[in-house]
């Protein structure tokens, strides 16, 4: 007997029991039973559900020698498709919905927290209009996610979408400010335009709540900092992309990239929302801890202030009244100096009680917003002024001493006990005073002593250079007044001598001087001349066009201040090599091309049209796929197979290693090793390209192709300035010419080195491009820009872009922007449709080349749009690896990481509509699928896998005959 049926055996029988004596209550408590059953049963339905999942998803422990379980997959129907890709999309909104919540929620405990600080007011406004600022973010990305996947039925907007109530205060307040209604608009005013400014205001919104949070000095969180730091860079980073694509919001292409940021600028708000909680749990209790000590200091020094005060008072009583006095000026002097400091004392004590109810008010200008005399008046002049009361006040008694005529004994004593007391006082406060400027000035890394001691140093050391100065000067002088020191010197005095007898001579300060000067000058030429390895310096010789070396001090040629020029001519420089000066030159001119008139007739996409494939076909390659099996192993490689291709006429396969290797595969009846190509030297090859014709082949290793011949000999080596990220033979030019993409540029190269065209991505970091029949150069890449533009945090947050280029028109027709890290690009025989692979785990897509429509901008001729993502039912890893294969391209084969957590499985979809139609389970336990290449000139379906361990297996269906699924398969090496 089932659970569902003790259930109901049990419910029949209670019912049974309970109905002679039902009474009033028997209704009542029949419903409530009824309520019990319906809710017991529907527990049961979901432990029957999961239990089935469970059991599908073969869920239980594997030995090592056991074969892996193979999932059962739906082969779902395209609407299913359609509802799993927008259900993973809602969940992402939903998860961006709930992080913004939670900042919500930790501003307003955040808020709630600091009101019983002094000075909250800033925090308290900075944190409302945060969170209205939240609220229209939120209702934009919701708008945005609605219209682009439009099957999902929003919820209502949460509480934190609705603008909060102001009192009839703030209303009227804001009514004065007409300008916060710029700043701050109302949440349905609202468009997709507005993303790139609401983003800018955010950032600032943030930026204003940490300025308002650390305005307290008593608790500056690091933590606080550095993720709002964080968040202000990808805000303004994603404003400032956002901005290029003005007036394109509402196109499917940037609303998918503004979904993108969603999830990204969720993740940030999580991390602030974390410090946030932090900071309101530790940091506010420290603020609140240090404000109320600071206070209390304060009323501990008007507490002194008052009694210093009423001490002077009362001992005014016994001087300004005084006549019997020896001498009127020291008592008009006790009364000066008493009287002073009855003024300081009461003002010591009335700025006191004044600076504790300004701390403590809530509505107070925060510090940074205080003008330089309030904030120091309210810090500083308390102290200062009870300082001042004090030295006036023992100053006074002292001239008390001595005018009222007490014994030289007592006045002695005051007089030395009131100079010690009031230099220490002194000293104190002085130290104190510099103690606070020293740690606002270099924030806690330097103290006073450490300033006090490189000063000393540095004094010392100028006064001992000055020294030395001064005794060099002195010696100097001494030396030519010495005579007979030299040669030189009778020399110049017995010419000075005759010189005397024609001129007066003169004895002033500046013949003095003169004759210092000509007498060091003989002095030096006088001694022996010393090679010294002097230091030198390189000037550039206009002349000869290349680089000389002099001394220092020596000027350079043409250069008499003894710098080097600020240009510099390099044309017609013998000296310069011109290594590339025949291709440059044709580049040189097609630089900026004259942009050519768009014709009817001149767009091949409106000549071809897209001819959809029969049933016929795609039921039959779905019979081959039920059968495809591991047909042929190679060992060749000792290393990871980087990549593999077939030749275009299907009778050849290459692979490149890690291990140095190139390995050329016959593929026919028989499966076998047709060439070793040994790259000795240098990277090794990470791609390898047939050409059209089948008769050689490209490897790519660093800067350095290699064009080889069908029997495995070099024809040419070619070296490029620059590391190469891909190479492809161009499908024209009769496979004399290769694509290769090099930094922010595509080149088209000749079989000899030579380039024939150019073109210039800039701004753009090219990691792939592939060429159409239609002369479409699509490419994929990383923005890059200029060190002045704003930076995201991350670099996995860099703008990525899908570039559709007509090589006939010399210009882009569509620029895409992607969030994901794009790995890599290829083209269906039709250059129609595009597979793009990434790299961080995410689902490939199809995009298709289609004619732009006329409302588009800039008029192109052909546009991107996305046509699917392959998602399969439950949690999949993609490894990025993926392709075109089967009959016209109408597959697409990708790898992936399965729901078991081990590497190998392969996914084969319908290109059109795309519905998953064979799955290959992982044949290996730990040996993951690096690259794939399908055979589209094989009558039957053929692909080829290379594994990390350097094996590379050929799939292919299982002919009629052959009935064992588990067969050995022969390997050859």
């Known amino acids: 007997m089932s659970t569902r049926d003790i259930v109901n055996e049990s419910y029949r029988d209670e019912q049974t029991i309970g109905t002679p004596g039902a009474g009033l209550d028997g209704p009542t408590n029949g419903t409530r039973r009824l309520r019990r059953r319906q809710t017991l049963n529907k527990i049961l339905d979901f432990i029957e559900d999961v239990s089935q999942e469970l059991a599908q998803d073969g869920v239980g422990e594997l030995g090592q020698d056991e074969a892996m379980p193979i999932p059962k997959l739906d082969l779902r129907d395209d609407h299913d498709l359609g509802t799993v890709d927008e259900q993973l999309q809602y969940a992402v909104f939903r998860e961006f919905q709930k992080k913004v919540m939670d900042l919500d929620k930790e501003l307003r405990n955040f808020a709630g927290a600091t009101r019983q600080l002094g000075s909250s007011v800033g925090i308290l406004s900075s944190a409302h209009n945060l969170r209205m600022r939240l609220s229209g973010i939120l209702r934009l990305f919701r708008e945005n996610a609605a219209q682009l996947y439009p099957s999902i039925t929003l919820r209502d907007a949460p509480e934190i979408e609705k603008r909060p109530t102001t009192s009839k205060r703030d209303k009227s307040w804001y009514r004065r400010a007409p300008w916060l209604n710029d700043i701050l608009p109302a949440v349905d005013t609202l468009g997709p335009e507005d993303f790139p400014d609401q983003l800018v205001y955010l950032a600032r919104d943030f930026n204003t709540l940490l300025e308002y949070t650390n305005d307290f000095p008593e608790s500056v969180d690091d933590r606080l900092n550095a993720a709002i730091s964080l968040l202000d860079d990808d805000l303004k980073y994603w404003a400032s992309c956002l901005r290029t694509y003005k007036g394109q919001f509402r196109t499917p292409f940037v609303r998918r990239y503004l979904h993108s940021i969603s999830s990204q600028l969720g993740e940030q708000f999580c991390q602030v929302a974390s410090t946030l909680a932090f900071f309101t749990k530790t940091g506010v209790p420290t603020i609140l801890l240090a404000q109320r000590h600071a206070s209390q200091n304060l009323l501990n020094m008007s507490t002194v202030a008052a009694i210093l005060s009423a001490v002077t008072a009362t001992t005014l009583q016994f001087s300004y009244t005084r006549t019997d006095v020896k001498s009127v000026v020291l008592t008009d002097a006790v009364n000066a100096c ?398 004399q010419s290769f694509l290769s993409v090099e930094g922010s540029s595509v080149y088209e190269i000749f079989l000899d080195g030579d380039v024939r065209e150019l073109y210039r991505f800039d701004g753009l970091l090219l990691r792939d491009a592939s060429m159409s029949v239609f002369l479409h150069l699509l490419c994929i890449g990383v923005r890059q820009d200029s060190p002045e533009d704003p930076h995201p945090s991350n670099h996995a947050r860099v703008e990525k872009q899908i570039i559709l280029y007509s090589m006939i028109h010399k210009r882009v027709e569509h620029r895409v922007p992607i969030l994901e890290d794009i790995r890599n690009v290829s083209l269906d025989k039709s250059g129609q449709h595009a597979l793009i692979n990434y790299s961080d785990e995410t689902p490939p897509q199809l995009w298709s080349i289609e004619r732009a429509s006329p409302e588009s901008s800039n008029n192109p001729s052909a546009q991107l749009v996305l046509r699917h993502t392959f998602i399969p039912r439950g949690h999949t890893k993609f490894s990025g690896v993926s392709c075109f294969g089967g009959k016209d391209d109408m597959l697409v084969l990708c790898t992936a990481t399965g729901k078991f957590g081990h590497p190998g499985d392969v996914y084969i979809w319908d290109r059109d509509t795309p519905r998953l139609l064979h799955y290959i389970p992982p044949r290996f336990m730990n040996n993951d699928i690096r690259c794939v290449a399908w055979n589209t000139s094989s009558e039957a379906l053929m692909f080829a896998t290379g594994m990390h361990d350097g094996s590379v297996t050929i799939w292919k269906p299982r002919p009629p005959d052959d009935g064992d699924l588990q067969q050995s398969i022969p390997k050859s090496g």
């Open 338 to 735: 008493w009287f002073t400091s009855l003024v300081f004392s009461i003002g010591a004590a009335a700025n006191s009680w004044l600076a504790v109810t300004w701390k403590q008010a809530m509505y107070r200008s925060p510090r940074h917003r205080l003008p330089w005399l309030v904030r120091t008046w309210i810090n500083q002049a308390s102290l200062v002024f009870l300082v001042a009361s004090v030295l006036c006040f023992t100053l006074g008694l002292v001239l008390f001493a001595y005018s009222s005529g007490q014994a030289a004994f007592t006045c002695i004593l005051t007089t030395a006990f009131s100079a010690v007391s009031t230099f220490g006082l002194a000293f104190v406060t002085i130290w104190f005073a510099f103690e606070h400027r020293t740690f606002s000035k270099y924030h806690g890394t330097k103290w006073l002593s450490d300033v006090l001691s490189e000063g000393v140093s540095w004094f010392t050391s100028k006064l001992i250079q000055k020294a030395r100065t001064t005794f060099k000067v002195i010696f100097k002088a001494t030396m030519c007044m010495q005579p007979n020191i030299s040669a030189p010197a009778s020399a110049h005095r017995s010419t000075g001598s005759a010189n005397s007898a024609r001129e007066p001579r003169n004895t002033g300060t500046a013949d003095v001087e003169s004759n210092l000067v000509r007498d060091e000058s003989e002095l030096r030429s006088s001694l022996p001349i010393v090679a010294s390895p002097l230091p030198r310096r390189a000037f550039w010789d206009g002349n000869a066009h290349r680089i000389a070396t002099t001394p220092v001090g020596t000027p350079a040629p043409n250069d008499t201040n003894g710098w080097l020029p600020s240009v510099v001519p390099l044309t017609d420089s013998p000296g310069v090599s011109l290594r590339f000066k025949r291709p440059m030159s044709p580049l040189l001119r097609r630089h900026y091309p004259t942009p050519r008139q768009d014709t009817l007739s001149s767009d091949p996409l409106r000549d071809k049209a897209l001819v959809p494939s029969g049933d016929q076909v795609k039921t039959a390659m779905h019979a081959q796929l039920l059968t495809l099996h591991s047909a042929h192993s190679f060992t060749s490689h000792t290393s990871m197979v980087k990549h593999l291709q077939f030749s275009p006429d299907g009778r050849f396969l290459a692979s490149s290693s890690a291990d140095k290797t190139s390995v050329i595969y016959r593929i026919g009846e028989t499966h076998e090793v047709h060439r070793k190509l040994e790259h000795q030297t240098g990277i090794a090859p990470s791609q390898v390209s047939w050409s059209p014709k089948s008769d050689m082949l490209l490897s790519r290793s660093g800067n350095i192709v290699k064009v080889w011949r069908i029997r495995g000999d070099h024809k040419q080596i070619i070296e490029r300035p620059t590391s190469m990220q891909t190479i492809s033979w161009l499908p024209h030019h009769d496979g």
